[in-house]
């Protein structure tokens, strides 16, 4: 499957494993939120391989949390210290009790609700944790931790969707509480990640399984794509690099020219050794809710420049006062909390005007 989503990225997949993330990681205590993710999960098998003194993996859901102690249990064959906590980045005396007990110095904050037609029908839920997890999880890095790197997404600019106008408003939050902190913070934005939980790959391989129809939203509908190996990479590269105090740049990772979806359906189907359109069909099922036909990476006035380190990219962030911020981020997470679904949506406008709901 690996080597099959390889090809399929359509670009020689960038090597982002050792350097400067080794040196973040060996003899420290790192936490890895949402570590049973696709993303957390891997974040916490290359963490496990680069010697920490302490990882913490979390994740809210017990069944993924088992499934990584399961594989720590295998990596670490009694040379790693590490500890799997069930919690929800939504409680913060859940979330504190962590982080006075296991005193992180590296944070990796992964956990977040990603599905982007799921949180068009839950925005309350989407902002929680989003949004609310985010705030949580800063304010006690910034308390404790030297390293605090935030998972953003390319949905997060100009968004058009719940989920992509929750994770803006995410990278707001640590933007701003980035400002005087003890850790210095990094914002990481990702394309699509080839293969991941509820990714087309997936559910394409689902259907070309079944006789198709495999279906495509639009025909010329296109996104970035990176594997999972490259995200991770990414992640702990961006952590690592030098950072002004008091300000969060945001990373990405050059992905190349966007892939057509079609393009990518079709060169699956004869992976599988059928042909497009004869032996498996392709069904065009129109936009969903919140679903833009191109993304981008960047807002024109964040100012991208190179790194130190090939293929990825910095973009520098606004500061943004807190002060200013937490008025309307409180109000947001009370509308959520009451699940008044109305005033959310308006709040969440508010806060991020590009979010316009319908």
Known sequence: MTNRLHTLLARNARDLE??????????????????????????????ARMSPARLIAYDASEYNLYAVDQELSEIGR????????LGDVRDETALRHVFEDERPEVVLHAAALKHVPLMER??????????????????????????FLFISTD????????????????????????????????????????????????????Q??????????????????????????????AAALPAEPGQADVFVLDMGEP????????????????????????????????????????????????TAIEGVLKAKANGIDYPRLEEAVDALLAAAAQRDEAETLRLLHALEPAFRPD
Request: charged share 20%; glycine share 12%; proline share 5%.
């Open 122 to 147: 839950h925005p309350c839920e989407a902002v929680l944790t989003n949004v609310g997890g985010t705030v949580n999880v800063m304010r006690m890095a910034r308390e404790t931790a030297d390293a």
């Open 208 to 237: 070309i399984q079944r006789g198709g129809p495999v279906t495509v939203t639009h025909p010329d509908i296109t996104r970035w794509f990176m594997t999972v190996e490259e995200a991770a990479g990414l992640v702990l590269q």
């Open 259 to 306: 892939v057509r979806i079609d393009d990518l359906a079709r060169s699956l189907i004869r992976l599988h050794g059928l042909r497009p359109d004869l032996d498996i069909p392709i069904a065009y099922t129109g936009l969903r809710p919140g679903e833009k036909l191109t993304e981008e990476i960047f807002y024109s006035a964040e100012g991208v420049s190179p």
């Open 78 to 85: 009694g040379r790693l210290n590490w500890t799997a906590a």
């Open 155 to 206: 949905k997060a600019v100009n968004p058009t969707n719940v989920m992509g106008a929750t994770k803006r408003v995410g990278e707001k939050v640590v933007q701003a509480l980035s400002q005087g902190a003890k850790s210095h913070a990094a914002i990481v934005r990702f394309g699509n990640v080839l293969g991941s939980t509820g990714s087309v790959v997936p559910l394409f391989e689902k």
């Open 18 to 47: 050792g350097g400067p993330g080794r040196e973040l990681i060996e003899g420290r205590r790192v936490l890895v939120t949402g570590a049973g993710g696709t993303i957390g999960s891997e974040l916490t098998r290359r963490v």
